[in-house]
């Protein structure tokens, strides 16, 4: 198992990096579309849905992936601008209020509103990964790379000190201790991507600027905490559905939502962070 994923991670590592770096910006979003289709695919098997309503949801999927696309790549700046806010703000509301009373209250709601769920959690990321990347690949890269340390972090953390359960109903190998891990971990990067931003001018200088990047490592850890919740929600879906990954895309990783849950609520939410900015 372990080779296989480090073969597949071999594989896949010089064609996201390729597209993130070389890519053109219509090119980029045809990527980024990719992946959101697959997650919404992928979404559609966690949800309860007949072959019909499956077939009919990835359907409309297609429809919103299209209108999306027309309006960015044709439609006015604005209304494009706009659009996306209006995503992260969305997803902000999703992932803050609906998503822990959604946990908390171990809710498993009809077939199409966990598939209206999907949307929130597809959408806003791919728009996201779009206005990120416009901001400079860099910056998409960092903001990637923290959820990555969050969970690297939570994952020793969790193996050597764990011993209080975060949430035992929805997955039982997370801890409170692993939470703590994965914070202390961002902390120092942060502070680790502070000091090289203030090193010289790069493309994080801006970012790091106010109040000495306190203001923008205190963020990082809210978006650290947004990780784990996007993961535990992800969990969830696949508990109630009897699936243990979302699917078999990616051998020895299980499938794209498997590795993208928890940056579904962390790039809409860095996105608007930084729109707001």
């Given amino acids: 198992m372990l080779k296989t994923r480090v073969l597949t991670a071999i594989a896949l590592l010089p064609v996201v990096l390729g597209m993130l770096f070389l890519a053109g910006p219509s090119a980029w979003a045809a990527f980024a579309m990719a992946i959101a289709l697959v997650s919404c695919w992928e979404w559609s098997r966690l949800c309860g849905f007949g072959r019909g309503s499956q077939a009919t949801y990835l359907a409309v999927s297609l429809a919103i992936a299209a209108a999306l696309a ?8 604005a209304v ?15 992932w803050l209020f609906a998503v822990p009373l959604w946990l908390a209250l171990r809710l498993r709601p009809e077939p199409w509103a966990c598939g209206l769920a999907g949307w929130f959690v597809a959408w806003p990321m791919w728009a996201a990964l779009v206005v990120l990347r416009e901001a400079g690949p860099w910056v998409l890269l960092a903001v990637a790379a923290l959820v990555w340390v969050a969970d690297i972090a939570a994952y020793f953390a969790g193996r050597r000190f764990g011993r209080h359960k975060l949430a035992p109903a929805v997955s039982p190998g997370k801890t409170w201790e692993g939470v703590a891990g994965a914070l202390l971990g961002v902390l120092a990067y942060g502070i680790a991507l502070g000091w090289h931003a203030h090193a010289g001018p790069g493309p994080l200088s801006a970012i790091f600027a106010p109040a000495a990047g306190a203001i923008a490592v205190a963020a990082m850890l809210g978006l650290a905490g947004l990780s784990v919740l996007g993961d535990l929600f992800e969990s969830w879906m696949k508990r109630g559905a009897g699936r243990k990954d979302s699917s078999a895309l990616l051998p020895g990783h299980g499938g794209v939502l498997d590795r993208v849950d928890a940056l579904t609520p962390v790039l809409p939410a860095a996105a608007l962070l930084l729109t707001l900015a």
Wanted: hydrophobic share 65%; charged share 5%.
């Fill in 70 to 77: 027309f309006a960015l790549l044709r439609g006015p700046a």
């Fill in 80 to 94: 494009w601008a706009n659009l996306a806010q209006a995503s992260f703000i969305a997803s902000a509301y999703f």
